[in-house]
């Protein structure tokens, strides 16, 4: 194995257990499928209700679902690939690895947005309806999309142009690093990481505080919505951990090397699972419109099986 690639030789040679592989694998499953049926729940719920087809808010908050859903289930795919296939082919792992990168890139980019949606209806209620409407929204969804794939694709035009052709048709364990090695890519990456984390946070703190100064003198949905862009900057933190990956893992290696597979495995979980597991919380349980609704489709769904 290459050792430019640190962290793969020493997954190789700390291998886990049979038991701790299939332990690990059902904890991660398990969170995955979990995560994945509240979203469902949640899209079910938006998708029979049609107060929510009109409401930024909502259509922002379900793309987010979605895009939870479809990181989830990618990172989970790719964690249990990782133990039952171990390598698998060059170019199947660079899809894998742009579609998580997409997802994952998106997450920060729609909360910043669902908290400058949340200062407008609170700060500028008069031009709320002006400003965010539901065209609006979806070009804003479209733009996040862009600006991740913008962010992620050049590393896969770098690599086809830096890589030879039977590097694509070997077979690597899947990760970052391995589908994609060029140093210019993780100059790249670092600086994208940095820009964003200004750019996000500065958001998240700007409509925080706007929000706050508004809900001293102001109703309850203003001191709500101060709440949420709370949530929204913790989710933020756990998701902008996403950012700072590579030199968690650095770290890790050089504190814990021996147990190195299993720092992996903690941080897969708190960067990657975690932050999915906010979301409903957030609009499933905090939001009194959504929790009615989602609370009458489970009454429904137990009569119908009672």
Known sequence: MNGSFPNVTVVIEYRDSFTKAVTKNA?????????SCINAGLIHTFRK???FYMNPRYILFLHLVINDMIQVTLTVTLFVISYVLYKINVSVCCAFILLALFTTENTPLN?????????????????????CTVKRTLTLIGLIWMTSVLSVLPDLFVALATEPLEFFNSRVFCLRETAFRSPHIIKKRDITYIVYLVIVWFVIIYTYFKILFTAKTASKDAKK????????????LLCMATYAEHLLKQGLLHWFPKNYAD??????????????????????????C?????????????????
């Open 111 to 131: 909360l910043a947005c669902m908290a400058m949606e949340c200062y407008i209806a609170i700060c500028l209620p008069l031009h709320h309806m002006r400003i």
């Open 225 to 236: 919505a101060r709440n949420t862009i709370v949530l929204h900057g913790f989710q933020v």
């Open 263 to 288: 720092s992996l495995f903690a941080c897969y979980i708190i960067i990657q699972v975690l932050p999915r597991s906010i979301s409903p919380l957030i609009y499933g349980i905090r939001d009194k």
């Open 290 to 306: 959504f929790r009615k609704y989602l609370t009458k489709n489970l009454s429904r769904s137990v009569s119908v099986h009672h």
């Open 27 to 35: 904890i991660v499953v398990v969170l995955g499928i979990s995560v």
């Open 49 to 51: 209700h049609q107060i």
